[in-house]
């Protein structure tokens, strides 16, 4: 029987593995690998992490999600030295909003945490930005705070396969299977994969994303978020063009008729070797999964038609001049809480099951910070 198991090869499970493997040597991560080929024809969970960038800042208008930034991006050094693999890239990022003197505005709260933990920015009005960096179009009249020093973007798929690394160097069991039952009713926790093995342990940490309140059958209060990606393929010269491309949010003042948001990353080349900028928004109207049939079932789809059609506009405006190739649809899923806006760190089952769940679109720069005070609190309940 193993002391602790880590149900989740994601972001944050395989943060919390690598931390409790410090603390100890029966520790077991669960998870299976990414699907390989069509995703229409896997049967099986998805992850968040099944990509190539993921946008990471200490700009926040939330002072705990800043800090968990501030403390993970601390972490990425010893992270990617301890594995060999590197995984973080300093683009720079920046955030446009309304001008304005409300101070519960997103880039007042932002700044103003920002002033509190140290974090570096510059401030300027959209017109003079767009005056610096011809290539890029926002509204007039708004406001960007462009972080420099650590901000850029992380590839998500890197940073799992790190952490994975150095808790397999430190001695932790890795089952790249998916758990289908988890039962706890008698001495210990009893987790069966859909590859038939039976596994024990003491105590168990349920990292599962979407699929958390599905596989435990616990009332969270998740709500995950179908999310359609919208992938620009660019040339060497496009490439080249906008090799200095910062990742940029721009939530305030963006005013689509169909989408909430916008975030963009910058050229990054993928698995099959073509470059793509990457952006994602929040769809106004959806329809919600569930079950993780249904949210399964989401994945073997094309995505939103009126959301990609949405991204696509907000992209073509950001960036005037874009000479894309050709537009690619990948599906996501956001895991939102129907009411909240951190993630759930708390046990479920005293003594034995905890979760940590509900990354609210922003955990993939902070994972590490969330695993490990998920870690901390499981071995505190041993």
């Known amino acids: 029987m193993y ?5 989740g090869k994601g972001m944050i499970g395989s943060a919390a ?4 493997s410090q603390w100890s040597d029966e520790v077991v991560l669960i998870g299976p690998d990414e699907p390989e080929g069509d ?3 896997h049967d099986g969970v998805f992850a968040a992490h099944y990509d190539q960038g993921r946008i990471t800042r200490c700009l926040d208008g939330s002072l705990a999600w800043a800090l968990w930034a501030t403390r993970s991006i601390a ?14 890239h300093r683009s720079g990022g920046i955030q446009v909003g309304y001008d304005s003197t409300d101070p519960n505005s997103a880039l007042n709260k932002a700044e103003r945490n920002a002033l509190h933990l140290g974090t570096s920015y510059v401030k300027m009005t959209s017109d003079a930005y767009c005056k610096e960096n011809p290539e890029f179009w926002f509204d007039p009249g708004l406001m960007v705070l462009h972080e420099t020093g650590e901000s850029g973007y992380i590839n998500p798929r890197s940073l799992v396969a ?28 009893t987790l069966t ?12 940490l349920v990292a599962a994303g979407a699929w958390t309140e599905f596989l435990t059958g616990a009332d969270l209060g998740l709500q995950p978020n179908p999310r359609t990606i919208v992938m620009a393929k660019i040339n060497a010269a496009e490439a080249e063009r906008l090799k200095h491309m910062p990742t940029i949010i721009w939530y305030e003042g963006s005013n689509n008729p169909d989408i909430e948001g916008i975030y963009v990353l910058p050229p990054i080349v993928y698995p099959d070797g073509n470059t793509y900028i990457k952006l994602g928004g929040s769809l106004l109207e959806m329809t919600y999964p569930q079950s993780a049939a249904e949210l399964n079932k989401w994945f073997h789809t094309d995505g939103s038609e009126v959301e990609a059609r949405a991204l696509e506009y907000e992209l073509r405006r950001i960036i005037p001049e874009l000479d894309a190739e050709s537009i690619h649809v990948n599906t996501c899923v956001v ?19 905890m979760v940590a769940t ?25």
């Not at 002391?3 to 149900?7: D, I, L």
């Not at 009411?339 to 034995?352: H, L, R, S, T, Y």
Request: aromatic share 4%; with cysteine.
């Open 39 to 41: 995703w229409s024809k």
């Open 193 to 204: 994969t859909d590859g038939g093995q039976t596994i024990q342990a003491k105590q168990v």
């Open 162 to 189: 790190a952490q994975v690394k150095i808790c397999e160097q430190q001695g932790a069991d890795i089952v790249r299977e998916t758990v289908v039952e988890l039962d706890s009713s008698g001495n210990g926790v």
């Open 75 to 88: 972490a990425y050094p010893e992270i990617e030295e301890k594995s060999g693999i590197t995984f973080h």
């Open 17 to 20: 593995a690598r931390y409790l």
């Open 335 to 353: 895991n939102k809480l129907k009411e909240g806006n951190v993630p759930i760190i708390k046990p479920i089952v005293d003594g034995k099951v």
């Open 358 to 382: 509900a990354g609210l679109g922003a955990a993939a720069k902070s994972s590490n910070e969330i695993g490990r005070l998920a870690a901390l609190q499981l071995h505190k309940m041993s």
């Open 3 to 7: 002391k602790y198991a880590v149900v």
